[in-house]
């Protein structure tokens, strides 16, 4: 069988030795690719060894004794690694009260707002009443305002209500923001109100239409929601401070400032606190980051 000859200018050339040039070619596209995936994984990696340095500092300085961190070398790792800076946190303040404060404080916030959040977003998206888009806008409005702006007032009244030093002052005043009432809004609104309108039809109230139909469908809006506020909620400091005065209802970013004294050893134990602490918010992030990703994406684009 003859083969195929293809004309170039005045050089004849088979159709092998076409494919040995497109394969050729093929896997020197593969190698660029390879290497510049490769250039953008090694990148990445020093850029988060940047970012990361001192948080991975902060770790390998829990693990020093005292002595091997005031010195004239610059001791990056700790030569004789000992627990015993943990146990002498855990010793010298009740950390693990002020913890459980805290998951219980940012636990319930994170909670009330989910729910006072997507009631109200509900109310906005589906509901038809007088006046729905002014009191949108004043709700939305409220966002402008810092929080320092009214930290005297709200104290002043939890005072008159015998509230401070409780668990209830720490969790009421958050159990709803406007934050959150617009992240649900907005993904309420990529719904279309025929399934309200066939709801309805069908004798379904309207908690049940939340409950059981809007809720399953919005995981992504209430994931992104929870892992935002429970970090908000758990890194609080200014409020815990001033409406709290005892070691039993001190949360963990107030209680951790109980481990600084005039002593050199007390910043290795306050670093040692620090590493503990910080680990619940940052595996709360690691494990829902794709949820919150996907949240914020999802309530950003409609259809």
Do not use: H
């Not at 088979?14 to 990148?43: D, F, H, P, W, Y």
């Not at 009330?112 to 959040?117: A, E, H």
């Not at 702006?149 to 005072?159: C, D, H, K, P």
Request: contains cysteine; glycine residues 6%.
């Amino acid at each position: 069988m003859e083969q195929t000859m293809v004309i170039k200018g005045r050089k004849r050339v088979s159709r092998e030795e076409i494919i040995k040039v497109q394969e050729k070619a093929n896997r020197k596209a593969m190698t660029v690719r390879r290497v510049r995936t490769g250039a953008l994984i090694a990148a990445n990696v020093l850029v988060s060894l940047f970012v990361l340095l001192p948080l991975l500092y902060a770790v390998s300085v829990a693990f020093m004794p005292p002595g091997e961190l005031f010195t004239t070398e610059m001791n990056l790792v700790p030569r004789q690694p000992t627990w015993d800076n943990f146990r002498q946190a855990l010793v010298k303040i009740p950390l693990v009260r002020f913890v459980c404060n805290s998951f219980i404080t940012a636990g319930l916030i994170t909670a009330g707002q989910i729910i006072s959040c997507s009631l109200a977003a509900f109310s906005f998206s589906f509901l038809e009443f007088k006046g729905k888009n002014a009191l949108f806008m004043l709700v939305m409005a409220t966002m402008m305002i810092p929080g320092e702006a009214t930290i005297i007032s709200n104290y002043l009244t939890v005072s008159r209500w015998n509230w401070l030093d409780s668990y209830q002052v720490l969790i009421v005043p958050y159990l709803t923001s406007a934050m959150g009432i617009f992240l649900f809004r907005q993904f309420y609104k990529s719904f279309p109100i025929s399934l309200y309108e066939s709801a309805k039809i069908d004798g379904c109230g309207n908690l049940r239409f939340i409950f059981r139909i809007l809720l399953p469908l919005t995981k992504s809006a209430i994931g992104a929601m929870a892992v935002y506020t429970f970090i908000n909620a758990w890194n609080m400091y200014m409020w815990p401070l001033l409406v709290t005065g005892s070691n039993e209802m001190r949360t963990v970013q107030i209680g951790i400032s109980m481990l600084n004294s005039v002593d050199a050893q007390s910043i290795t134990l306050m670093i040692a606190g620090v590493v503990m602490i910080i680990l619940p918010s940052i595996s709360i992030f690691i494990l829902g980051q794709k949820q919150l990703i996907r949240g914020m994406f999802s309530g950003a684009v409609k259809g």
